[in-house]
């Protein structure tokens, strides 16, 4: 009698411990939550669009420097690896979040930013169509101006809606900021 007492004894032993260890998982999942998921999103991000941005800052320095040559260069040897690295921001998964609203708020975030750094490669692109022809250099400046146009208002846009859906969450966005540096 004694040892199915003890086995009683173990058996519920074990099932408080097992309740407090399911309590814990929830909680944290709770906690976590959609807060955790947002973090996690926008360093992923942001990580990713400084990937493009090193890419892009050798073309960048060189038109900035009237080193048309290098220019040329430089972006006949980035614009495919800008592709690859602009691929990586445009399949990344918003997370699925409790909230809806600031769901489709990412949604429209992540699809800004990946429409700005659209206009990033087209630079590129661009610049290589009037290094080839350079009879459409009117035409192509004016391109050139709409992608750079295009790219600061559609991050600008895309960065708002971004730090919006955090604040919105809950997030110290300013802290998240400066960890995401």
Do not use: C, H
Request: hydrophobic share 45%; glycine share 6%; aromatic share 8%.
């Amino acid at each position: 009698m004694a040892m199915s007492s003890r086995n009683v004894a173990i058996g519920l032993v074990a099932a408080v411990v097992f309740v407090i260890i399911a309590f814990l998982v929830v909680s944290r999942t709770e906690i976590g939550g959609d807060k955790g998921a947002y973090k996690d999103f926008y360093k992923e991000i942001i990580g990713k669009m400084k990937v493009v941005d090193t890419s892009f800052k050798p073309f960048s320095d060189a038109m900035s420097s009237k080193q048309w040559v290098e220019a040329v260069k430089i972006a006949k040897n980035e614009q495919g690896n800008l592709s690859k690295d602009l691929a990586a921001v445009e399949t990344l998964k918003v997370p699925d979040l409790k909230d809806d609203k600031v769901e489709k708020e990412l949604q429209d975030a992540k699809q800004l930013l990946t429409d700005a750094y659209l206009n990033k490669i087209s630079i590129m692109t661009n610049f290589l169509a009037f290094a080839k022809d350079p009879a459409t250099a009117k035409e192509t400046d004016e391109a050139i101006k709409k992608n750079i146009e295009g790219f600061s208002n559609d991050y600008r846009q895309g960065m708002e809606k971004l730090v919006t859906a955090g604040q919105k969450l809950g997030v110290n966005m300013d802290r998240l900021i400066k960890e995401s540096k």
